[in-house]
């Protein structure tokens, strides 16, 4: 597994905005163990304020319920039913979500 800060991570350190899939990756990737290197709550507050910023009730949630396929097998999925690379974001599904050529692992 990488030892490198995924790609949307980078971004928020840097105060860039996020797309919602990058938004989603920094979500998982805070989720499965990132929160630990994010002491302060910066990350925590700016993937917060992303989902704050858009419409809907739920839009983390709604966004997870988009469909997108695997890369490797072609099957579409849900989002929420897809690991997707925290770093080059890139969505497997069950079977394949090893660890993604980039060097993360697939979250989710
Ligand atoms: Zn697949
Ligand atoms: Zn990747």
Not at 34 to 59: F, N
Not at 72 to 96: F, M, Q, S, V
Request: charged share 25%.
């Amino acid at each position: 597994m990488s030892t490198e800060v995924p790609a949307p991570i980078a971004k928020l350190r840097r105060g860039q905005a996020l797309s919602d899939l990058e938004a989603a990756a920094a979500k998982l990737w805070l989720a499965y163990g990132g929160a630990e290197a994010d002491r302060d709550g910066i990350l925590r507050r700016a993937v917060k304020a992303h989902w704050a910023s858009r419409t809907g009730r739920d839009p983390y949630w709604d966004f997870l319920a988009t469909r997108d396929r695997c890369v490797t097998c072609g099957e579409g999925y849900t989002l929420e039913n897809l690991a997707i690379c925290p770093n080059c974001l890139k969505t497997y599904c069950y079977r394949h979500k090893r660890e993604c050529p980039c060097g993360h692992v697939p979250l989710g």
